[in-house]
Every structure is written in structure tokens, then in C-alpha cells.
């Protein structure tokens, strides 16, 4: 077998890897410095390939191929461990998860049989019993997988939603018949006016439409308002239309508010509502003692999404989705004769074909569950209150500078603010300051828009930051700004 065709577990076993973990790991440094920031300055016409010919008639042989590609690509890419990296809910990973993805990656292994992956399987069983037991469901009766993130989660949610209210209503199960005709147009799923936009995109993805789902307002806090919700389930009964579920969140993308979960749960209870929760980003707080009270009622929902690869310090893919009653899982399970035959499962070959939408699916579990070995619930929760400390630090830096707004103090990790400048549009100097850090390869600070206005975000997720480096970020905007106005 030559150099270039050697498998990751070929004949001499993963040995051979070791020489090209070395040139890789030379060409990211490299390439790391090569950028000097988090991102590569100049812009999008700045990032480049080494060639435009990805895949010549002779390849260049491994080592150089490796060097060339993995230098060009951390040179282009955004580094989520730089401290002035802060746009989005994007982490950067621990180097225990990061060797322990490798050793998933060269084995290769697929949780859609048993026979592919006998101790994936049993590792991601582990996992979910553990995620359940930190949610607070009881883990004997619960259940769950490993996803490739929250969308997923909250696709997953829907369509057993949509299967719970069609059967309760009809007596029919829409995964294998359809949804009824004189449902078509009628039901209805409830969430805030800052839901994740998974939510109606899952909603089309399901056949419901997007205009199905109904959005809550929100209070002055904005959490949902549960008086509000209620007042829609009400007009909705009125209407003759049929609310199948209810989606709450902990820890929305912009300002982390988690909405009050019990008075929720009492809600879904009462009108027999799927009750789903995504903790996409504010699940990492039930690691902390200080934040895990804010998640009180969590326990209650029907099912959970989870992103460990947010507070969690995973490599992208991390999420979770659990179920609080196995049972429910139901409506995905399939018996396939050449994955998972009845009589292997009665054997004790069990997969876990029936807790995916996915088939081929890697052991994501493992570096979840080394890392969870590894730091313990402490040590993770104390990374999370340093983010935590890290966001109050922030919002106390641009409150004591006048040409800062800050929008409201952090609830979880992020904080929103706008520079304020002496003459000019609010929005647009916003926008452009933003545009020059990212130009500038300075910062990756985050923008989105409320109340009708641009503000600027930081996601802190980095709990190695200093305080220092958030002053040095702070102080960039405001040069940034300067400049806009000048």
C-alpha cells in the first residue's frame, strides 16, 4: 500500500498517523500565524484557496497536500479561541474533545446498527442517561440522541409534537398516512416573538407551513408572556383551530432570556400541548449552580434540545434531543432487515435507528463523554460562570463609556450594545464599524436588530478571556466607530 492510499486503521494499525498529526498540526500553526487576528484581514476577496485545482489528474502526495490545505484553511478561518472572537454562539473546542473526535473519526464508526458501532452505541446511551439525569427527567423512563445540533433537536421535537396531537385528535399517525384532511390548515404551534427561526423552518420542513406557527408576545423582559399565550389558545378554540405544541426557550441567540418555564408547563398541561424546549444555548447553565435555578421547570417538558458544542466547549457537532418518556420516540422507529432485524434486537443487539432522522451517524458521544470524565460537573460549571462573569465584566466596561448604549444587562453570556456616535445615522455607523473589524481582520463582534435598530453583540463563550482582552475588544469598537464618523 503506498503512502498516499493508507487507510487512518490500515495494517499497521493508527501508528501511521502520527507523522501527518505533525505536519498538520505545523501547517495550523502556521497558518495561525499567518493570520494574526481572528480572522484573515482584508476581507471576503482575501480568503483564498492554494488552488483552484482541488482535484488534479496527480495528486501532489500526502504530506504536501496536507500542508498546503490545512495552512491556506486555518490562514482563511475564523478562530473562535481568539478572545476578540465574539459574534456567535461558536466556541472554542477543548483539546480533550478535539483527541478524543480524532479517535471517532479513524474508527470510523456508524450508530445506525450495532454491528457499526457496538461501543458508540453503548457510550451515547451513557451520554443521554447522564443529559437526562442533569435535566432532571428520571433516567430509567427517558431517552434521547446525540444530534448535529439544535435545529435538528427542534425538528425532531416537531414532528413527534405533530405526531402526539394528530393521534390524540384523529387517531391517526401522519408519518404513515399523512395528515388528515380536516386537519390541513388548522394546526397551530406556539412560541415567542424570539423564537429560533428553526422553529417555522422545521414547521415547513413537516408539512404544517410556516404560518402555522403562531408567535407569542413577549414581556418587558422579554420572556413569552404566559397571560398572552393563554389569551391566543383561547381565541384559537374560538377559531376551531387545533395547537398541537408548544415551544419555549432557554437562552434566546440574542439575549440569552430563558422564558418562564413552570408557568408553561402549567399552560401546556392544561390544553394538552406537546411541551418542547430549546436549551440550544442556555442548557450549559444547568452545569452551574449559580444559572441552573433559571431552568427550573425544564424537567417538565416533553422534550429537551441541547447544544453541547455551545457551553459545552465541543467540536462542532454536539446537540442532544431528549424525550422524557422513551415511548414517544415510537413514531421513528423502523425495522430494517439489514441494520436491525427483529431478532438481533430480541437478542440484545440493540441499535439506535429509531432515535435518529439521520441513518449514517457518527459517534459524537465519545468526546462528550471524555470531556464530561475529564472536567467532571464542577469543573464545566466553573467554566460557565467564568463566561457568565466574563458577559457582567462587558456590560459594566460599555455602561461606564458614554459613546456606548448597552440594551439591558446579560442574562446568560451575551451582551448587546451600540456605539453612539457625534453626527450620523445610528444604524448605519453600527453596521460599518462592524464591516471594518471584519475587514480589518480586528474583531468578529456580532450585529442583529431589535426594537426596529442595529446593535452590536458579544457572545462571550471563551472562559480563558481576560478581563483585559474585553477592554481591548471594547476599545477597537470605539476606534472603529471613530473612524466611521470622521
Not at 480589518?440 to 462571550?460: C, N, Y
Not at 463563550?461 to 478581563?467: A, I, Q
Request: hydrophobic share 40%.
Amino acid at each position: 500500500m503506498t503512502t498516499s492510499t493508507r487507510l487512518a486503521g490500515g495494517d499497521d494499525g493508527p501508528g501511521h498517523l502520527r507523522p501527518l498529526l505533525s505536519v498538520a498540526v505545523d501547517a495550523l500553526k502556521k497558518g495561525t500565524v499567518d493570520r494574526a487576528g481572528p480572522l484573515p484581514a482584508g476581507g471576503p476577496d482575501f480568503v483564498g484557496s492554494p488552488t483552484s485545482d482541488v482535484l488534479p489528474r496527480e495528486g501532489l502526495g500526502v504530506e504536501p497536500a496536507l500542508a498546503e490545505m490545512v495552512q491556506a484553511f486555518a490562514r482563511g478561518a475564523a478562530d473562535p479561541a481568539d478572545p476578540a472572537c465574539v459574534a456567535h454562539l461558536h466556541t472554542p473546542p477543548l483539546a480533550v474533545a478535539v483527541a478524543a473526535d480524532l479517535v471517532a473519526a479513524v474508527l470510523n464508526s456508524s450508530l445506525d446498527s450495532w454491528d457499526q458501532g457496538p461501543s458508540g452505541t453503548r457510550v451515547e446511551s451513557e451520554v443521554v442517561r447522564t443529559l437526562a439525569d442533569l435535566i432532571g427527567y428520571d433516567p430509567a423512563a427517558a431517552s434521547g440522541v446525540i444530534t448535529s445540533g439544535g435545529t435538528e433537536s427542534n425538528l425532531t421535537g416537531l414532528l413527534l409534537a405533530r405526531e402526539h396531537g394528530l393521534l390524540r385528535t384523529f387517531g391517526v399517525p401522519p408519518t404513515v398516512t399523512g395528515i388528515p384532511p380536516q386537519a390541513q390548515g388548522r394546526l397551530r404551534i406556539l412560541c415567542a416573538e424570539t423564537t429560533h427561526f428553526s422553529v417555522a423552518r422545521s414547521a415547513g420542513v413537516l408539512g404544517l407551513g410556516e404560518d402555522s406557527v403562531v408567535r407569542v408576545p413577549v414581556d418587558e423582559h422579554h420572556r413569552m408572556a404566559p397571560q398572552a399565550l393563554r389569551a391566543l389558545l383561547e381565541e384559537m378554540r374560538g377559531r376551531d383551530e387545533l395547537p398541537i405544541a408548544l415551544i419555549a426557550t432557554a437562552g434566546t441567540t440574542d439575549l440569552g432570556v430563558i422564558d418562564p418555564l413552570p408557568e408553561l408547563a402549567d399552560i401546556a398541561a392544561e390544553y394538552d400541548l406537546w411541551f418542547h424546549v430549546d436549551a440550544a444555548y442556555g442548557g450549559g447553565a444547568l452545569f452551574s449552580e449559580r444559572l441552573a435555578p433559571l431552568l427550573a421547570g425544564i424537567e417538565r417538558a416533553d422534550s429537551v434540545a441541547l447544544d453541547l458544542h455551545k457551553l459545552g466547549w465541543q467540536p462542532v457537532a454536539a446537540g442532544a434531543f431528549l424525550v422524557r418518556r422513551a415511548e414517544t420516540f415510537e413514531p421513528m422507529e423502523r425495522r430494517v432487515a439489514y441494520l436491525n432485524p427483529a431478532d438481533d434486537e430480541d437478542a440484545g443487539f440493540r441499535s439506535l435507528l429509531g432515535r435518529s432522522l439521520r441513518t449514517t451517524r457518527r459517534p459524537d458521544a465519545l468526546k462528550i463523554a471524555v470531556t464530561f470524565r475529564a472536567l467532571g460537573r464542577d469543573e464545566l460549571g466553573t467554566l460557565v460562570d467564568r463566561c457568565h462573569d466574563l458577559a457582567h465584566h462587558a456590560a459594566d466596561a460599555v455602561r461606564a463609556e458614554p459613546r456606548f448604549e448597552l440594551y439591558r444587562d446579560p442574562v446568560l453570556t451575551t451582551v448587546l450594545f451600540r456605539y453612539l456616535p457625534e453626527s450620523g445615522d445610528v444604524d448605519r455607523v453600527n453596521a460599518e464599524l462592524r464591516r471594518t473589524l471584519l475587514r480589518e481582520g480586528t474583531a468578529v463582534v456580532g450585529r442583529t436588530e431589535l426594537d426596529g435598530s442595529v446593535w452590536l453583540k458579544l457572545t462571550l463563550l471563551n472562559p480563558n478571556t481576560t478581563r483585559g482582552e474585553i477592554e481591548t475588544l471594547l476599545a477597537d469598537v470605539l476606534a472603529a466607530g471613530a473612524k466611521e464618523t470622521s
